[in-house]
Structure formats: C-alpha cells, structure tokens
C-alpha cells in the first residue's frame, strides 16, 4: 500500500514517444494546476535515428522554471515511454544517442540476436520489430559501435535517466526492465539470462523501487531554476504501468485496463501467464509493486492519427450517430494500419466497402476497427470484469460502445489525462484521489456480431 506524504504540488516529467509534457499535479485532488507541453522529436543525423535529448532536457528546465514560484511543487516524479535504455559514460555524459525504437537493425544485427535471446517461456517478452526489445538495442548498440561501447560505464532505463540528470543517482526500475526488454525474468524478479550472455550485468545500475526517493534536486539546478530549497526526485516508472498504479490501488481484481496513447496496452489485472501468444504481441509487464501483468498491446493511437489524417472533418458526434449504419453497410477496416506489432501480424491494412462512405462513417468505421483490434488484445491475456479505458480513447464515443458491445462488459471511461501523470505523482506517496463518479457504458449494438463474425472472415481470407 502506498504511504501517504504531505507534498502539497508534484511536478511530474512525462514524456510519451509522441509528445513530452512537465506538469503540476495538487496532491490533495490528482488535478492538473498547470502543464507545459512539446513534442518528442526524432533526429536522422549520427549513427541511427535518436531522440533530441538536449531539446527535452532544456524543455524540462524551463518548465521547472516556469512552475518554480507558481504555482511551486515540492516532489518530482518521472515517467516516460518503455523500449528505451541510456548508456553513460564515467563522466555521466551519453556514450551513444537513445535511439529510436522503431529504427530497424541490418538483417545479420537481428539474426545474430535471435540467436541469443532467452524463450520467452523465461521473459515473457516476444520478439519485436527495430528496438521494441531493449536488449536488441544494446545488442546492435554493442556490436555495430565496439569502441564506443567499451566506454559505457552505467546502463540506465528511460525514466532513470532523467532521474540521474536531476540527482546525479544511477538507478535502474522493474516497470522498464520488465517492459518487453528481453532483460528481464518475471517470474524469478530478477535479471534474465540475456544480461549475462551480453556481458552488461557489470554496467547495469542498481535497481531501485518506483517509489524511492533517489535524492535531492543537484544544487545547481535548484539554483537554475530558482528553488529555495531542493526537492526530492523520485525514481520513476514506466508510462503504461503509472496508468495502471491507480487502478491496483483502487480496485479489486480481476479487472482490465486500456491505456491508450501511441500505444493501446492492455492490463489483465489478476490474470494468469499460462496461455499468452508471444506472435500475437502478447507479453507480461511488471508493475510498480515487482508483479508479472498479462498484457497485450497495438499502436492503436499511431494508427488513429494517420486514419483521421487520411479521413479528413468528421465530427466524433457524427461518428457515433454513424455507427448503426455503418454495422448495416459493412463497411470495415481490416488491420494493419501499422504493421511490425499487434494481435495480427503480418495482415495489411485493407478497407471493404467504404468508396461510398461519408467521412462520418469512415471514421465511425475506424473506432470500429480500435474497437475489435482492443477485443483481440483483451481475449489474448484473459482480460475479465470491468474495462477502465483512459487516455485520448476514453473520448470516443463509438469506440467505446463498441469495446461495451463486443465485450459485454461495462466500460468505465477515464478522460481527461492519460493518466501516466497521475500514476507517477502516486509514486511521491500522495494519497490517491477519490475515484469520480464515471457511469459504467454498456452497450448493444444492433448487428454488431455479426460484423464481428465478418470482420474476422475477411481476416482469414
């Protein structure tokens, strides 16, 4: 259980794959009191595609700045993407850029690696595409860059990284280690294999808890930014497993959750390993408490942004009034909007029906489509009782009578944040908030099943 603090603000650093974000959070309600936002950029220069870690490190000062007298904060914590490790130097500078996840490795990288991961019957983590597994990160960082690679003196997952920028403490964390890294044995709660068959058990940083307190603020950044006194910064967590703390400590198993963002991860809280499908992008995460989560996943926000794109004005009214008559025509998007992940790999994305369809119901026939897709990812992890569904998802309204409909489960709509800034603040031992009075949808589409039934005909064709 969480031990309750006195903080009065928390300044969480939360930076998705997409976009980052600094926030100030009151302790006594969850709420929002101020925010500065940017976006999470890519750069194509050096030896591989990289994330602008200086741009996001001069953005996070400023905001710190910016929040430093008002509305002021007391406590840091941290939460960023998974799929992400940082190599340092002994001066504590990066050896290597972070590189980007979806940048692809030279056939004979990934080769050589297949032959050197664990089964997954030990980490529970499938084979990814490009850098979704940490340790084919480290595995092509390590052989493709051999000099540079000798000068790594601590090997850092994401959150900590920024925690060791802010504190000067190396640390490393489950929730990031046990995202899909290879690196990892949930079962054991220690480091897999893999560790040593690289070499690195040497460099990596000692595990710390989420909800440690890793240090003070360095004095020159207090000073930076203009504190009286420093803060503590907590260690920090994975994004998806900080929108999952809250539910852990506020429901009762079994009960699933949907983080939806660039990624839709799914959550069987109180499900079993016994029957996960390492091809159909089903894994287990570890939460902040160090326990194996069945989970499953699809870039279900990704391939969102590209179909609205690509769709054009269409109101999410108009969508969901759409609905019924788009179960009526048939129209139906058939994934991959995205390929490389998900519960059907290696299908491309094909449309049936639509040349005739308003812009309305193409994009009521893509919620449709994230609908099914998170139906998939559910059924694969043994998803049972209520559907908490947070982040950008829990403003679709077709999307979500559809997830109620398919499922017959009631489905409790979390908008508002992501809820990734919510879960890090709780890491500071704030107490949680009072869950809002969010009426359950439940919902039965006329025709739906038999869209469903359709729908994975096309599938197998």
């Known amino acids: 259980m969480i031990a309750t603090s006195t903080y009065r603000h928390i300044a969480v650093l939360d930076i998705g794959k997409t976009n980052a974000k600094v926030v100030v959070l009151d302790a006594q309600t969850g709420a929002e009191i101020a925010a500065v936002r940017t976006s999470n950029t890519t750069l194509r220069s050096g030896p591989y595609p990289h994330y602008d870690i200086e741009r996001l490190w001069d953005f996070i000062i400023g905001a710190l700045k910016g929040f430093a007298t008002a509305p002021g904060f007391d406590a840091i914590s941290i939460t960023t993407h998974g799929a992400s490790a940082v190599l340092l130097g002994e001066d504590g500078s990066l050896v290597l850029p972070v590189l980007d996840y979806e940048h692809c490795y030279p056939e004979a990288v990934q080769e050589a690696y297949e032959r050197l991961r664990p089964p997954f019957s030990e980490t529970f983590s499938p ?3 490009g850098g979704l597994n940490v340790g084919a990160q480290i595995h092509y960082q390590k052989s493709v860059f051999p000099s540079d690679f000798a000068r790594v003196s601590k090997i850092l997952t994401y959150p900590q990284y920024w925690a ?8 490393n964390e489950v929730t990031s280690l046990g995202c899909h890294t290879d ?16 070499g690195i058990r040497a460099l990596m940083a000692p595990i ?3 909800f440690d307190a890793l240090g003070p603020l360095l004095p020159t950044i207090v000073t930076e930014i203009g504190l009286d006194a420093p803060v503590p910064v907590f260690c920090g967590i994975h994004d998806s497993n900080a929108s999952l703390l809250p539910h852990l400590v506020e429901n009762e198993a079994p009960f699933a959750v949907v983080s939806t963002g660039t990624w839709v991860i799914n959550f069987a809280v109180g499900g079993d390993l016994d029957h996960l499908d390492p091809a159909r992008d089903a894994l287990a995460n570890v939460d ?24 054009g004005t269409a109101s999410p009214d108009a969508a969901e009034k759409a609905l ?3 179960i009526e025509k048939g129209i139906m998007l058939l994934p991959n909007v995205v390929e490389g992940s998900g519960p059907f790999p290696g299908k491309k994305m094909r449309w049936i029906g639509q040349a005739q369809a308003s812009s309305a119901e193409r994009l009521a026939a893509a919620s449709l489509y994230l609908a099914l897709m998170t139906e998939a990812c559910l059924g694969l992890i043994g998803a049972k009782g209520p559907i908490f569904v947070e ?3 829990a403003l679709n309204r077709a999307y979500l009578a559809a997830l109620s409909s398919l499922t017959g489960s009631d489905v409790i709509a979390l908008p508002g944040s992501t809820g990734t800034s919510q879960g890090a603040a709780l890491l500071t031992g704030i107490k949680p908030t009072a869950p809002s009075e969010n009426v359950p949808i439940r919902a039965d589409l006329p025709g739906l099943r038999d869209y469903r039934r359709a729908w994975h005909q096309a599938l197998a064709e």
């Open 127 to 129: 084979r990814l595409s």
């Open 164 to 171: 060791f920028r802010l504190t000067g403490v190396a640390a």
């Open 183 to 198: 690196l990892w044995n949930p079962s054991a709660g220690a480091y897999s294999s893999l560790v040593d068959t690289l």
């Open 208 to 210: 710390r808890s989420a």
């Open 288 to 311: 902040a408490y160090g326990r194996a989560v069945p989970s499953s996943r699809f870039m279900g926000g990704r391939e969102f942004e590209i179909l609205a794109a690509e769709i």
């Open 324 to 326: 019924e008559t788009v």
């Open 391 to 393: 982040g950008p998802f």
